[in-house]
T-cell receptor, first 114, second 114 residues
Framework: KAGVTQTPRYLIKTRGQQVTLSCSPISGHRSVSWYQQTPGQGLQFLFEYFSETQRNKGNFPGRFSGRQFSNSRSEMNVSTLELGDSALYLC?????????????FGPGTRLTVL | AQSVAQPEDQVNVAEGNPLTVKCTYSVSGNPYLFWYVQYPNRGLQFLLKYITGDNLVKGSYGFEAEFNKSQTSFHLKKPSALVSDSALYFCAVRDGYNFNKFYFGSGTKLNVKP
């Protein structure tokens, strides 16, 4: 089975721009979560989608948004980029959203904001 | 409040020696505990999880972890470290009482010296 894929792998943007990141989960997985990883803050949860509905949301400003499509693929969007948004954005998928489910991570998208 | 603590930012061990990476947790309901490993510029790879049952859980690459309910700990262990084990290790807990959110520790950098 193919793993979680994320596109693009690397992205350079300037302040004020917006960006869309894409995530394709493992086939059959219905839950997709997004995380931001930075050296200073570590891994921070952004949001989780399950069957096209946002189930959980972390403590990020409204500039960060996401959605999930009927095929479970997910996108996250960051508008009005700030320098502090530079990070590795990780997507993870799981079969369902049960507490025993394992999340499997993609390789990440490295976003650099100049 | 739900949380995961990894008290050591870095662990140094010689190749061939046993290794331990520490993790303690705090969660309202039953703890569902996970260990992940991250190599440079990569996503997180799942190592093992504790859901219920035997307190000693065996995972990938020879790693195991011991769940200790009284000490609220879930330490990662390996009998004989390899240089290739050098990476960043994350402990995580899934909170069944809080929409199954994942909470990650801050990570522990494992250095295995030849």
């Amino acid at each position: 089975k193919a793993g979680v894929t994320q596109t693009p792998r690397y992205l350079i943007k300037t302040r004020g721009q917006q960006v869309t990141l894409s995530c394709s989960p493992i086939s059959g997985h219905r839950s997709v979560s997004w995380y931001q990883q930075t050296p200073g803050q570590g891994l921070q949860f952004l949001f989780e989608y399950f069957s096209e509905t946002q189930r959980n949301k972390g403590n990020f400003p409204g500039r960060f948004s996401g959605r999930q499509f009927s095929n479970s693929r997910s996108e996250m969007n960051v508008s009005t980029l700030e320098l502090g948004d530079s990070a590795l954005y990780l997507c993870a998928s799981s079969l369902d959203s049960a507490p025993t489910d394992t999340q499997y991570f993609g390789p990440g998208t490295r976003l650099t904001v100049l | 409040a739900q949380s995961v603590a990894q008290p050591e930012d870095q662990v140094n061990v010689a190749e061939g020696n046993p290794l331990t990476v520490k993790c303690t947790y705090s969660v309202s309901g039953n703890p569902y505990l996970f260990w992940y490993v991250q190599y440079p510029n990569r996503g997180l790879q799942f190592l093992l999880k504790y859901i219920t049952g035997d307190n000693l859980v065996k995972g990938s690459y020879g790693f195991e972890a011991e769940f200790n309910k009284s000490q609220t700990s879930f330490h990662l262990k390996k009998p004989s470290a390899l240089v290739s084990d050098s990476a960043l290790y994350f402990c995580a807990v899934r909170d069944g009482y809080n929409f199954n959110k994942f909470y990650f520790g801050s990570g522990t950098k494992l250095n295995v010296k030849p």
